[in-house]
Every structure is written in C-alpha cells, then in structure tokens.
C-alpha cells in the first residue's frame, strides 16, 4: 500500500498552506493510502483546540485536522516544536500523537511520498 507523509510546517492563518496540507490529507486516506500528517514549527498552531478566527477571512483549521482524525490520518505534533511555540499538550485536538525528531523522521523516511507545506 502507498503511504504519503504531509508535513505541515506553516502557520495555520496568513496563508494557504494550512488548509492544502489538510485537503492533501484528506485526499490521501479518500484514496486508501496510508496518510500522516506531521505538524512541525509554526504548524503546530494547527492543532490547537478554539481557534479564534472572528477577525480573519480564514476559516478554523482545527475543524479540518478533527475531520482528518475521524477519517483515519495519523495526525503527529512534535514535541519540540510544541514547546518551542508556547503549545502544551493538553491545548491540542484530542487524537494527535505526540512524537519526538527521531520518530518524526522515521515516519518522513518510511514514507512512498512527502509533501512539504
């Protein structure tokens, strides 16, 4: 079976990278491949639960990351990434695994196919 790894390194507002990444994603598993989705930097942001985007012409990607979730992506935040950008665990979408660089970079490596955002 094809697996395709998404890396989401963008913040989720100010571009269109957050939601291509989910739509990827979202494609991907539509097409019974094996599909992850790795959060990393500012695409952390990305998993954070009450999204506030009253003032913005975005809408909530956090809705987009839950549907991934139900539909059976591995959705991963690293760790660092997380601390690095003031996330704590317990503020994210309930479902995302937490990994740390090296585990990140064994589900990069093992993949058919990344696509960087």
Do not use: W
Request: proline letters at 3%.
């Amino acid at each position: 079976m094809e697996n395709i790894c998404i890396v989401l390194r963008k913040p989720p507002y100010g571009t269109v990278s957050a939601s291509e990444a989910i739509r990827h994603a979202l494609g991907g598993v539509v097409e019974e491949m094996q599909t992850s989705l790795v959060l990393l930097d500012s695409g952390v942001h990305s998993a954070r639960v009450r999204q506030v985007t009253d003032e913005t012409e975005y809408q909530s990607v956090g809705e987009g990351i839950g549907d991934c979730i139900d539909m059976g992506v591995e959705v991963y935040a690293d760790k660092g990434s997380l601390s690095e950008q003031g996330i704590e665990p317990e503020d994210l979408i309930e479902g995302i695994k937490l990994l740390d660089g090296p585990e990140i970079d064994g589900i990069i490596r093992d993949s058919t196919t990344t696509m960087i955002f």
